[in-house]
């Protein structure tokens, strides 16, 4: 097979209409590279005995070691289709949970994806992502069920029990197409519903006749499923190189038996059968105890193939199929030793895996003008805006996207999902041409010339050590030569030229870009209506260029076509294609969108499947080398869409990632190929979080405890509040009430800590997007902006209000959700602040909805009020972040602010702002209002400070700087006390993985998990074969290593995956000291022994550099010998 030129890929990128792009996704270990092998040998880029071998794709060289795939690469091919011939841009990707997010960037560029599946394991966790994946980017899967040849080798099933097994897979795919369909459909639903009693202003009909269909009657869904007479799926073997789809057996079968194709179509998948006497096809196998067409025409053909040459390596049953199916083997793979090179000379022919999957591909998947107006607008969404509310111009680049025109007028829209890195020598540009013939002279002579002064030298060195012998008689020539590769080291000049350069990962959804052509770059937050606004009409980015934000122009200085390892030079890619974009390192850090009109929204931004969760400190193993290093770590986290670089305020370089694997392959990335320098990496820092609990009603030695332990821990909590937790300014109640004083003795507040409960605390974390959200909005209303939120935001928000009070019942969290006042930490964090006050009044944080009461009531509250109400938010938010126990985060924790005075010590000009004691406070509300109409309307700290400074002139009593600041604090260490009255808990991260074992192995794998602290959820047989699935959770502090050790413990055949899934409170308490008799007897003096939650918090204080208590010297008395004893 000849390698298609480039000229003629140039010519296809031309036709939108035949190009196709799309990914492989699966589970990992599918075989996707190895499909792709079999693709690309297709034309002629690998040979095809290597292909499945040589995993093409995985370029990097710890890919090939380790066997994984860590990155998503893509490659263009050539495919002629009946009459046409069609531009394939095929996009690898990863399967490991840990590079889900270059699943993502691959996603985002494609129209259509092929879903690998492996026969034996069926659909796995990873394949539910993937196809998750898909269906939230809009795009359409065929499915390929690999690894067939599993079947008959490994599990050596019979071709009867294989379509059981097959079928079985195919309902397990299309059970979760199903399922994502099904939450479509109801949302939409409920969106509808939700429209319509706007419109009608109250609920349907009355309340009187209820409709409980869920609508999904109505809507067609056959479009979605796999099927193989639909001939969306290919079942296949990538080793072996072999692959069919039913069309292929029909038109095999179809003038061999004298029945149409259509029919057979129809009927060579499902339960159908031959019968031979009527000579009809009829309906019931199943029943009848009868072969199915499938297993009689398809399966039973291959089983007797593998049986022929791999079972039974019978010679002449070998030789009659070869004849039989008319294909042509070698004599070399005729006698090879390994069956399997025969095998795949025989398949490829026969069925050759590349034609079955690419004629699938051009069949059934969408070409880039095929995209769906529902596609675009969900790509050109903005924020929390409607797509009706995106100014005109914006709306009409719709029609761009639509018509994916390449014409001189269409405007350019380009996005790129991720930047790479490749070896500057790697490029095109830089790439080695062949010699011309003089050139070859030319380097010859040069050539010759240095071995004859190599020679002369060396004979005068021989010359001169004859008469002084070198003194380790080293040979003389081995030492001219040390010394000619010491001078020409020496003689180099310093690598200036940075080695990497980074492409973008990229596609033209709309008009032609041109090399060297000057566009503009649209960051995430760029507004096209601020744009519109600001720029001159008609600005193009080859002008000079108003400042606007998240706005800049870059220009595109080489266009690559994508070709896996390599890269080839492009003048112009049309709209439609996949390709790589050179020089656009300083203006694009991950993603972009690139266009010529200002008016192009950015694209919404990729969803990330994967958290960062491990992190590790950098440094140099030399500290000259830190400038390195950091350069070193900016690219790395330019290059990896994932992987998050950060220092922290310790002035520690950190490096977040999403898993082991991901972990060790950007070390390794910034030690060979950014920094290139040694670096130390510190143990992984495990994040945990601090949270109250309710008072435990059981002592560690699981007895109740008694009215009078209960008094001996009051007395203890009275001991500590007498030992200096209260002072002047401080007051701990038994209750846990914590009333602290600013230093100026201005203002008090009383703050409680209490335990948010469990699903409070989940719904607040999953729901962060939501909270982030409605902090801007509130944001933008204090403001006095007017934002144009989209339907479904509002939905979003009141539907978290509606959650969080059906969770927050019972007296004690009477009225809590209307009197939140903040989340934090980071203002969207899973604690909350609560307004406890009941004379303090603010705006509900819920105001953007448009209902409560008290929205309307704020309304007329004074802005000056609430100059320090941000101080107090400020204050939470710190406490928040970073408890007492380790200055980890908080999580799950409420602080309710159960009172909160001012008291004034400023001449009365001045107590604008001020809150009096309860019996003035009506008036000094109402005086407050007055002083707002006089125009004092400054927000926040700011306003504060400012008042503060005044203040500041007017006495001497503030000497302790602005009241805000010192108001902060307060909060801050109110919060603190609060929370240190309640016990304390550490939460701990934990992953879920789900194990494939065998029974041999299930123990050893039950035995590492034990180990480790892992849980076992449950446990059940995969259907068919022998392997059992374990699903677990394992706290992430005891995770590394973890894969490893199962893998060395079960031989290799269990390979768990590990994916984030909460956090867990972890039951023993840090603090805890025995206290009674019991305990004593039970845990020992030290008690030490099983604190795993102490183990913790000691790790991470002692990494901190904060002070840990622990007894170093355990037995101060002398050891005296027995003998001198006696
Ligand atoms: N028996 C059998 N093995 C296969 C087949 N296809 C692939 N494999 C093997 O499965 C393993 C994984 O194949 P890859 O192609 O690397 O899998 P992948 O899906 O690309 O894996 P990741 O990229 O790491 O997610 C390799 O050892 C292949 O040799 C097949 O059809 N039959
Ligand atoms: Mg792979």
């Not at 004379?839 to 953007?848: D, E, F, G, L, T």
């Not at 041999?1000 to 259907?1023: A, I, P, T």
């Amino acid at each position: 097979m000849r390698r298609t030129s480039l000229e003629k890929v140039v010519l296809l990128q031309k036709n939108p209409a035949n190009i196709r792009n799309l990914c492989i996704l699966a589970h990992v270990d599918h075989g996707k590279t190895t499909l792709a092998d079999c693709l690309v040998a297709s034309n002629g880029i690998i040979s095809s005995r290597l292909a499945g071998k040589l995993r093409y794709l995985d370029s990097r060289e710890d890919e090939q070691i380790r066997g994984i795939t860590m990155k998503s690469s893509a490659i263009s091919l050539h495919y002629g289709h009946g009459d046409q011939e069609y531009l394939l841009n095929l996009i690898d990707s990863p399967g490991h949970v840990d590079f889900s997010s270059e699943v993502s960037t691959a996603v985002r560029l494609c129209d259509g994806a092929i879903v690998v599946v492996d026969a034996v394991e069926g659909v796995c966790p990873q394949t539910q992502a993937v196809l998750r994946q898909a269906w939230l980017e809009n795009i359409r899967p065929v499915l390929v069920i690999n690894k067939i040849d599993r079947l008959i080798v490994e599990l050596k099933l019979s071709s009867q029990e294989a379509y059981a097994h097959l079928k079985k897979i195919l309902e397990q795919v299309n059970a979760v197409m199903g399922s994502l369909f099904t939450s479509k459909v109801l949302e939409e639903r409920a969106e509808k519903e939700e429209e319509k009693e706007e419109k009608d202003g109250e609920p349907s009909i009355g309340g009187q006749v209820y409709d409980w269909s869920a609508g999904l009657e109505e809507v067609d869904d056959s479009h979605l499923y796999f099927s193989p007479d639909q001939g969306n799926v290919v079942f296949a073997s990538a080793i072996d190189g072999w692959g069919f789809s039913i069309q292929q057996f029909a038109s095999i079968y179809s003038p061999r038996m004298g029945i149409k194709t259509a029919v057979l179509l129809k009927t060579l998948w499902g339960d159908f059968y031959l019968n031979t006497k009527a000579k009809k096809i009829m309906k019931g196998a199943q029943v009848k105890g009868k072969k199915t067409l499938f297993v009689q025409l398809v399966l039973d053909n291959i089983w007797s193939l593998y049986d022929a040459v791999v079972t039974r390596r019978d010679k002449e049953k070998v030789e009659k199929v070869v004849t039989s199916l008319g294909v042509k083997v070698m004599a070399r793979d005729l006698r090879h030793s390994d069956p399997k090179v025969l095998l795949s000379a025989i398949c490829s022919q026969w069925l050759p895996v590349s034609q079955a999957v690419l004629s699938m591909v051009c069949e059934k998947l969408p070409s880039p003008l095929d995209i769906t107006a529902e596609r675009v607008e969900k790509l050109m969404k903005v924020g929390a805006r409607q797509f009706d509310s995106l100014p005109k111009d914006t709306q009409e680049l719709k029609t761009a996207f639509l018509q994916c025109s390449s014409e001189e007028d269409a405007p350019l829209i380009i996005f790129v999902s991720k930047m790479f890195a490749v070896e500057t020598k790697a490029l095109p540009q830089h790439r080695q041409r062949p010699l011309t013939q003089e050139e070859i002279c030319e380097r010859r002579e040069l050539a010759r010339q240095r071995h004859a002064d190599r020679m002369a030298a060396d004979q005068t060195a021989a010359q001169s050590q004859s008469e002084s012998p070198s003194q380790d008689g080293q040979p003389a020539a081995l030492c001219t030569a040390k010394m000619e590769s010491l001078t020409l080291r020496e003689s180099r000049p310093e690598e200036e030229e940075p080695t990497e350069t980074f492409v973008a990962f990229a596609r033209v959804y709309s008009g032609k870009v041109k090399k060297g052509q000057k566009v503009f770059v649209l960051g995430p937050k760029y507004d096209p209506a601020r744009g519109l606004s600001t720029l001159p009409e008609g600005c193009r980015a080859a002008d000079v260029v108003p400042e606007v934000p998240h706005l800049s122009c870059c220009s595109t200085e080489n266009l690559y076509l994508l070709m896996g390892r390599e890269l080839e030079e492009l003048e112009d890619v049309p709209a439609g294609n996949v390709l790589g974009i050179g020089g656009l390192e300083d203006c694009v850090l991950k993603s972009a969108t690139l266009s010529s009109a200002p008016a192009c929204p950015p694209f919404t931004p990729l969803n990330f499947e994967a958290t960062p969760i491990v992190r590790v400190a950098i440094e140099p193993t030399h500290p000259s080398d830190m400038p390195k290093l950091v350069r070193g770590m900016r690219l790395l986290n330019q290059a990896d869409p994932c992987a998050e670089v950060l220092i922290q305020e310790t002035g520690e370089h950190v490096l977040v990632t999403a898993g082991e694997v991901h972990l060790q392959r950007c070390l390794d990335d910034l030690r060979d190929r950014f920094a290139k320098v040694e670096i130390s990496v510190s143990k992984p820092i495990i994040p945990f979080r601090e949270t109250v609990i309710r008072p435990p009603k059981l002592d560690m030695v699981n007895e109740e405890l008694g009215r009078q332990h209960k008094v001996a821990i009051i007395h203890q909590v009275k001991d500590e509040a007498s030992q200096g937790r209260s002072s002047d300014t401080l007051h701990v109640d038994a209750g846990g009430l914590v009333t602290i004083t600013t230093p100026n003795r201005l203002a008090t507040v009383c703050v409680r800590a209490v335990p948010l409960p469990e699903e409070v605390t989940r719904l607040l974390e999953s729901s962060a997007e939501v909270i982030r959200t409605l902090e801007q909005v509130n944001m933008s209303l204090r403001e006095g902006k007017n934002l144009d939120i989209s339907l479904g935001t509002v939905e979003a928000i009141g539907g978290l209000k509606a959650q969080l009070e059906s969770l927050l019942l019972g007296r004690k969290w009477r009225n809590a959700v209307e009197r939140i006042w903040a989340f934090g930490p980071r203002r969207c964090g899973p604690n909350i602040l609560l307004n406890g006050d009941e004379a303090y009044r603010r705006p509900s944080v819920w105001q953007c909805l448009g209902r409560g009461d008290a929205a309307g009531e704020a309304a007329g509250q004074t802005a000056a009020l609430r100059d320090f109400d941000n101080s107090i938010i400020s204050g939470f938010q710190l406490a928040a972040l970073s408890g007492p126990m380790c200055e980890e985060p908080l999580m799950g924790v409420c602080f309710s602010v159960e009172r909160w005075d001012m008291q004034s010590a400023a001449p009365p000009q001045h107590q604008d702002s001020l809150e009096e004691d309860s019996p003035s406070r009506e008036a000094s509300d109402s005086r407050v209002e007055g002083s707002s109409a006089t125009g004092s309307r400054e927000e926040g700290a700011e306003g504060g400070r400012n008042q503060a400074g005044r203040r500041q002139e007017a006495g001497p009593a503030d000497c302790y700087g602005p009241v805000s600041g010192q108001l902060i604090a307060a909060m801050k260490e109110a919060c603190r006390h609060a929370f240190q009255a309640q016990p304390q808990r550490l939460m701990a991260a934990m992953y879920t993985c789900d194990i494939m074992a065998t029974a041999e192995v299930l123990g050893r794998v039950y035995g590492v998990l034990g180990k480790r602290e892992g849980r076992v959820l449950h446990e059940e047989m995969k259907e068919g074969t022998d392997m059992f699935i374990i699903q677990a959770v394992l706290p992430v502090a005891e995770s590394f290593g973890f894969a490893d050790e199962i893998r060395k413990r079960t031989s290799g055949l269990a390979s768990p995956q590990l994916v984030f899934s909460h956090w867990e409170v972890i039951g023993s308490d840090p603090n805890w000291v025995p206290t009674t008799e019991e305990e004593y007897l039970h845990f020992g003096e030290k008690a030490d022994s099983a604190n795993q939650a102490l183990k913790y918090m000691n790790a991470v204080r002692r990494r901190k550099g904060l002070y840990v208590e622990e007894k170093i010297v355990e037995h101060g008395e002398k050891q005296r010998t027995l003998s001198k004893n006696k």
